[in-house]
């Protein structure tokens, strides 16, 4: 059985984030009357190390570590205040130097992206340069801000790749606080568990794969190719989409 390092090469090599979104959409079941979001985390850009959609970055793949922001006046949860070491932030600490941790534990040795939420409703960063870098020293291999950053020479210079939903010239603290680290997150509408695979391709975005459903997505995504491309090709010999997507699909 291939490593998780092993997948996580096959899926980076071979694949998009659209084939990744058309196996989740084959093999995730959702709730009654709900929308399937397959594993897209909607609505971010690259700002580092390449601002905008490109096909020159590199495509990135690690598990997840999660950190949840809260409005500034808000009372972190109970997981963060019971349980501090793991899931909160003691007094003295930042969060970012948390960044590490959840990579240091995980036996895969797969390294980590740092994925944040952040409320809707805030206009400040939850990341900027000295974030980053810090990042960048624990060996993070990329971060994904569900809100936004700011700093972007800063952001760029560090290399790391980050994706964000927008920027900022307001730093953190002047309406948000990290809450609480380790937990289930959302971003757009995608629950992200700690470990789950983030997936970031510079040119058609970023989606979250459940780490227990990679080696099924990694098994369907060929299987779906070859039927897109025996599609395209009769589209392209002439026959109209309707016929070709009731042959191949």
Known sequence: MASLNEQLATLIEN???????????????????????????????????????NDTAQ??????????????ADTPSTIAVENPEKHGFPPGKHWVDYAGDFQNEDPA??????????????????TGGI?????????IKAAVVGGRVRDLRELQGT???????????????????????????????????????????????VVSIPRELLGDVLETMPKLIAMDDQAKEAVAQGMSVTDAFQKFR
Request: hydrophobic fraction near 45%; aromatic fraction near 8%.
């Open 159 to 205: 290399e790391l790749p980050i994706w964000a939903r927008a920027t900022s010239t307001v730093g953190t603290g002047a309406e948000a606080k990290a809450g609480v680290r380790n937990v289930p997150i959302s971003i757009g509408g995608v629950t992200v568990s700690p470990g789950d695979i983030i997936f970031c391709d510079p040119m058609e975005g």
């Open 15 to 53: 694949y998009t984030a659209c084939d990744v979104s058309d196996a989740l959409l084959k093999l995730q079941k959702v709730p009654a009357g709900s929308a399937p979001r397959a594993g897209y985390l909607a609505d971010l850009l690259p700002f580092s190390p390449i601002a905008g959609r």
């Open 109 to 126: 040795k797969a390294g980590s992206i740092i994925v944040i939420e952040q409320p809707d409703e805030q206009y400040c960063a939850v």
């Open 131 to 139: 974030m980053a870098t810090r990042m960048k020293y624990l060996g």
């Open 59 to 72: 495509k990135i793949a690690a598990p997840a570590t999660t950190f949840k922001f809260l409005n500034k």
